[in-house]
């Protein structure tokens, strides 16, 4: 089946701007995970949701960040006001962990590679 | 402060030689390990994994060794080939958590033919 895809692959911005970017899970997983990756440094987690629970927050780097998820399906992550520290990749992972478990893979996209100048 | 560390930015490999990639970690709450492989422009891909009960997980070419007291874990990849190639991350989750990863900076293999 589909793995896990993101859009866009690539956005370049001004700074100021706001920009959007969509992840769609594998179907049927219902845990879903942003991560990014800056310029030389390993994944560093952003949010988390599972089911209808309220997501997890607490990767977020500043309230210009947020994101939504309808469902068990299509997330989006939110930048308003972007600024040049931004610049990084962005990756989505979505695993069938339910809860209660940390052991269940996390399936990644091939990431929205975000540039602010 | 990095809880999961991978001291080598860079590792090259003859084929046919064992790779060795390792990792050190501080949390003594991560409870689960992974190790996923990632070429450029794709995301990354899962590769074994390894619960903290176990000290050997063995799949085909890659096993992954867990040693607790020492807060460390290493995969090896025998033999390597160049499609091994890429860059590994090492991965892990602590107990009780969402099960959000968290990260090494990665290794970069070159597994010259």
């Known amino acids: 089946g589909a793995g896990v895809s993101q859009s866009p692959s690539n956005k370049v911005t001004e700074k100021g701007k706001d920009v959007e970017l969509r992840c769609d899970p594998i179907?049927?997983?219902?845990?879903l995970y942003w991560y990014r990756q800056r310029l030389g440094q390993g994944l560093e987690f952003l949010i988390y949701?599972?089911?209808?629970?309220?997501?997890?927050k607490s990767g977020l780097p500043s309230d210009r960040f947020s994101a939504e998820r309808t469902g068990e399906s299509v997330s989006t992550l939110t930048i308003q006001r972007t600024q040049q520290e931004d610049s990084a990749v962005y990756l989505c992972?979505?695993?069938?962990?339910?809860?209660?478990?940390?052991?269940?893979?996390?399936?990644f996209g091939p990431g929205t590679r975000l540039t602010v100048l | 402060d990095q809880q999961v560390k991978q001291n080598s930015p860079s590792l090259s490999v003859q084929e046919g030689r064992i790779s060795i990639l390792n990792c050190d970690y501080t949390?003594?709450?991560?409870?689960?390990f992974l190790w996923y492989k990632k070429y450029p422009a794709e995301g990354p891909t899962f590769l074994i994994s390894?619960?903290?009960?176990?000290d050997k997980n063995e799949d085909g070419r890659f096993t992954v060794f867990l040693n607790k007291s020492a807060k460390h874990l290493s995969l090896h990849i025998v033999p390597s080939q160049p499609g091994d190639s890429a860059v590994y991350f090492c991965?892990?989750?602590?107990?009780?958590?969402?099960?959000?990863?968290?990260f090494g900076k990665g290794t970069k293999l070159s597994v010259k033919p």
């Open positions: 390894i619960s903290s009960i176990k």
């Open positions: 991965a892990a989750s602590a107990r009780g958590s969402q099960g959000n990863l968290i």
């Open positions: 179907s049927g997983h219902t845990a």
């Open positions: 949701f599972q089911g209808n629970s309220a997501p997890d």
């Open positions: 949390n003594s709450m991560f409870d689960y």
């Open positions: 992972a979505s695993s069938s962990h339910r809860g209660g478990s940390s052991t269940d893979t996390q399936y």
